[in-house]
């Protein structure tokens, strides 16, 4: 079945710095990969649609420039937080589905943990 | 705006039967997803719904009736394993999905 691999699964980076998170799509091709955010207990938000070749779209009220998406290749979509905050601390999820999938199931990446101190 | 409403919690015993709710009000309907997410991790899929009825997936079922924006998940034989959020999410006409808050299931021996 389709597999999606996401790296790391866990951060810890001081206040200020960069960290990027790649999400790979390991057995199928992928023009278009989810990038979501959790808080403990909440439910999966959406921040973007990550789309190759082309620029991702945000969802209102995410900051482009501080969640810096690229998705280079059909294979892989990275997601770069910007000097991160402890309010940037949670739980990241990349997911994607397969170009031909009759009910385009997303397969989601095993997420990553990001804890700003 | 587009809503989507689950209970936020609930609790079954080992072996019996649960019936976990979702209703929605979306911009257009185009199919209806229910995930199960253990703590700390990513959600897999479970089932997926776009014409009213039953689908019938080992112990795991999901209803679907449209003109009542309703579904629901039924987890029988219920194992503790079993104990995770699950997820109902709707795709609205535009093909985005919109996720409810989850229910948290827990199983007690």
């Known amino acids: 079945g389709a597999v999606v691999s996401q790296h790391p699964s866990w951060v810890i980076c001081k206040s200020g710095t960069s960290v990027k998170i790649e999400c790979r799509s390991l057995d199928f091709q992928a023009t278009t990969m989810f990038w979501y955010r959790q808080f403990p207990k909440q439910s999966l938000m959406l921040m973007a649609t990550?789309?190759?070749?082309?620029?991702?779209?945000?969802e209102q009220g995410v900051e482009k420039d501080k969640f810096l998406i690229n998705h280079a290749s059909l294979t892989l979509s990275t997601l770069t937080v910007t000097s991160a905050h402890p309010e940037d601390s949670s739980f990241y999820i990349c997911s994607a589905s397969p170009r031909v999938s009759g009910a385009n199931v997303l397969t989601f990446g095993a997420g990553s943990r990001l804890t700003v101190l | 705006g587009q809503n989507i409403d689950q209970p936020t919690e609930m609790t079954a015993t080992e072996g019996a039967i649960v019936q976990i709710n979702c209703t929605y009000q979306?911009?257009?309907?185009?199919?209806l997803f229910w995930y199960q997410q253990h703590a700390g991790e990513a959600p897999t899929f479970l089932s997926y719904?776009?014409l009213d009825g039953l689908e019938e997936k080992g112990r795991f079922s999901s209803f679907l009736s449209r003109s009542k924006g309703y579904s629901y998940l039924l987890l029988k034989e219920l194992q503790m394993k079993d104990s995770a959020s699950y997820l109902c999410a709707v795709k609205d006409s535009n093909y985005q999905l919109i996720w409810g808050a989850g229910t948290k299931l827990i199983i007690k021996p």
């Open positions: 990550s789309n190759e070749g082309s620029k991702a779209t945000y």
């Open positions: 719904n776009v």
């Open positions: 979306t911009s257009g309907f185009n199919g």
